[in-house]
């Protein structure tokens, strides 16, 4: 694709969405029989299934923690994923989303309550369209929670970024590629504690407030849609229906 | 009771439409037995409730830790989550579980927990060792242990108690005991002849404390 003259035209983006408005959602729970837990989120045209397993032995044994549980994420992109075929298998990028996933996914766990023990999270990237990582984290805190896993909060991400001069919410792959900035965040919604926090780009100061705040409110969506998921999954129906 | 519960169900899904312009649901909305909660809702002060199973305590107050129903015990003072997700097994006092023997000593087997019934599809968090006493392994006085167990049975089990580190395993049951061993001098599956196991290969003849269904393909 040629870079366009503009991402922003009479403040309608290239997709026709509004500066703040964020690309349709869609979250399930509970996808994969196998898996301990799991789940699959749509963003636009990201596709992504997280599943969770444990918690349970470490293996290999000298990785375990006396005290502790060790958190062990994955996230892999698959080959057919991107326009180009990725080379399949870790590479350097998905090697450090790993482990922001894991930190963005710790604060919320009760780790301590499974000394020795594991719990694995794999994200899969099906198709991908900008903002994977932060796909990735919602749907990881998903799955924890349909795999009964004791949790504080759950974990809701989204990315900001700034494109022709104005910062918008959850940029598309063009947007990404041709505009100035890209900031993924993820938020533990209940205490507003930040628990990811990239930037790919530059803001000024006040731009980075603003981007922060929008964040924020992007990511209560986010955090309305997990809820709703779990929702659909688990309460208890009315009878008759 | 019902009408009321149906009316707030009905005030958050009118929240929850709104998915677009967030209508945040009020943090210090009183909560009520039955109401569906997901990890991270606040449920009650830490003045007025203590936090039972499914959720913690921070700050004072008291949130849901797991995704269910919310149960009110007003005599007790008690707000508990009842789970609506199967989370990771933990081995009680009562449960039945299959496991490997590991080592037999002179008064206790190791036994390598890998299942709780219940749990068949779930991979059990550690510590999964458990130990069968000697007095625990049938209802009548055992001589040798190793005339019970042998290193490498399956066997099933009842949890007697867990505490922290030590899981007291009981095999003194009919439906408990040994469910396969093998062979100790040439590792083919024995076969059951009335009390005792004979080696269909060499013709070895051992004993061990079988359950019923020895060797009967079931868990």
Not at chain 2, 125 to 140: A, D, E, F, R
Request: aromatic share 4%; with cysteine.
């Amino acid at each position: 694709m040629e870079k366009p003259e503009k991402l922003i035209i009479d403040g309608k983006r290239l997709d026709g969405r509004a500066p703040e408005e964020m690309r349709p959602l869609k979250i399930e729970a509970g996808v994969l029989k196998r898996a301990d837990g799991s789940a699959y989120v749509e963003l636009g045209e990201n596709k992504v299934l997280a599943a969770v397993y444990g918690p349970r032995e470490m293996h290999p044994r000298h990785l375990q923690r006396p005290d502790t549980a060790v958190l062990r994420c994955r996230y892999n992109m698959a080959p057919f994923s991107v326009e180009e075929r990725k080379r399949p298998g870790p590479d350097r990028r998905s090697v450090e989303i790993s482990k922001v996933t894991r930190q963005a996914l710790e604060p919320v766990l009760f780790l301590e309550l499974y000394p020795r023990s594991v719990i694995d999270i794999f994200i899969e990237v099906l198709q991908a369209d900008a903002g994977t990582r932060t796909a990735g984290i919602t749907a990881a805190a998903v799955a924890l929670a349909d795999a009964g896993i004791p949790m504080r909060d759950l974990v809701s991400s989204v990315a900001v970024g700034k494109i022709d001069d104005m910062i918008v919410l959850d940029l598309t792959k063009e947007e990404d590629q041709w505009g100035t900035t890209d900031m993924p965040v993820a938020i533990v919604p209940r205490k507003k504690l930040v628990s990811l926090l990239q930037m790919d780009g530059n803001l000024t100061e006040e731009e980075f407030k603003r981007a922060l705040d929008l964040a924020f409110r992007g990511c209560e969506q986010i955090y309305q849609a997990q809820r709703q998921a779990l929702k659909e999954k688990y309460a208890i129906k009315p009878e008759g229906e | 009771m019902g009408q009321s519960r149906k009316i707030s169900s009905e005030s958050e899904d009118s929240n929850l439409n709104s998915v677009g312009l967030v209508v945040k649901v009020k943090p210090m909305a009183e909560i009520k037995t039955g109401d569906f909660v997901v990890p991270g809702d606040f449920l009650a002060t830490a003045e007025e409730f203590v936090p039972g199973e499914g959720a913690h305590e921070e700050d004072g107050k008291i949130y849901s830790s797991c995704t269910g129903v919310v149960l009110l015990d007003a005599r007790t003072k008690r707000v508990s989550v009842f789970p609506r997700v199967s989370g990771p097994p933990s081995l009680k006092g009562g449960g039945t579980v299959i496991g490997r023997v590991e080592e037999v000593r002179d008064q206790t087997a190791n036994v390598y927990i890998g299942v709780l019934k219940g749990h068949e599809n779930r991979e059990l968090p550690l510590p999964n060792l458990g130990t069968v006493h000697i007095s625990q392994v049938q209802k009548g006085y055992v001589k040798d242990l190793h005339h019970q167990f042998r290193s490498g049975d399956i066997i099933r089990a009842r949890v007697l108690s867990a505490q922290m580190g030590s899981i007291k395993l009981s095999t003194a049951d009919d439906e408990l005991g040994v469910v396969v061993a093998t062979c100790s001098r040439c590792r083919t599956l024995l076969e059951r002849e009335n009390s005792k196991l004979k080696c269909p290969n060499c013709g070895n003849v051992e004993f061990r404390k079988l359950a019923s269904d020895y060797r009967q393909g079931a868990l």
